[in-house]
């Protein structure tokens, strides 16, 4: 068992349906990640929380929104998807503390696995 | 930005053997390389990784090598077993771009009994 925890596990919906996937961790982590994975491909980085804040998001899309309401929760809000969203969704989170903390290591859930119909 | 490679792209082996797992980084910034596995219908997991400032680790059967002049990283897996079997991807951190992590394509790593 991780000890990031993504709910739900699998998420089927329609292109004009609006739901959130959540990620928790109890870690006491201050930095949290989304990161989007197709299938036989690494993990591609979405975006980036410190201290709760927004600091990388990598040119996504609108249509993905998050939204981190403390330091140990991360949602994204999903709405009017593409079929080419489809895809695993990854939370990870790693300790985020200081200057050093860019060499810490990111610690990932299970995944929301995704599709559009 | 970074650029990793990682090859093989599938690698198989017999259970016993060992395995290796090579990955190329770009930036010379770069300062950390973690290495995950990741099993079928789960998230990838941490299994070791390495400072620029050493040049190996090792935990048990597993060990990192990492040569910052050449700018390639290698894991090694001794006496595979048949539960090795995953995808493996290594990455390198790009240091100065606050948490961008870069991966490799993945080695898709099979240990037959």
């Known amino acids: 068992d991780t000890e990031v925890t993504q709910t739900p596990k699998h998420l089927v919906m329609g292109m004009t349906n609006k739901k959130s996937l959540k990620c928790e961790q109890h870690m006491g982590h201050r930095a949290m990640y989304w990161y989007k994975q197709k299938a036989k491909k690494p993990p591609e980085l979405m975006f980036v929380y410190s201290y709760e804040k927004l600091s990388i998001n990598e040119s996504v899309p609108s249509r993905f929104s998050p939204e981190c309401p403390n330091s140990s929760l991360l949602n994204l809000h999903l709405h009017a998807l593409q079929p080419e969203d489809s895809a695993l969704y990854l939370c990870?989170?790693?300790?985020?503390?200081?200057?050093?903390?860019?060499?810490?290591?990111?610690?990932f859930g299970d995944g929301t696995r995704l599709s559009i119909l | 930005g970074e650029n990793v490679e990682q090859h093989p792209s599938t690698l198989s082996v017999q259970e016993g053997d060992s395995a290796v797992i090579k990955c190329t980084y770009s930036d010379s910034a770069s300062n950390y390389f973690p290495w995950y596995k990741q099993e079928l219908g789960k998230g990838p997991q941490l299994i070791i990784d390495i400072r620029s400032n050493v040049g190996e680790k090792k935990d048990q059967r597993i060990a990192v090598t990492l040569n910052k002049t050449a700018k390639h990283f290698s894991l090694h897996i001794t006496e595979t077993q048949p539960e090795d079997s995953a995808v493996y991807f290594c990455?390198?951190?790009?240091?100065?771009?606050?948490?961008?992590?870069?991966f490799g394509a993945g080695t898709r790593l099979t240990v037959k009994p």
């Open positions: 990455a390198a951190k790009v240091l100065y771009n606050n948490n961008d992590m870069r």
């Open positions: 990870a989170s790693s300790q985020g503390r200081g200057r050093g903390f860019s060499n810490q290591p990111q610690h």
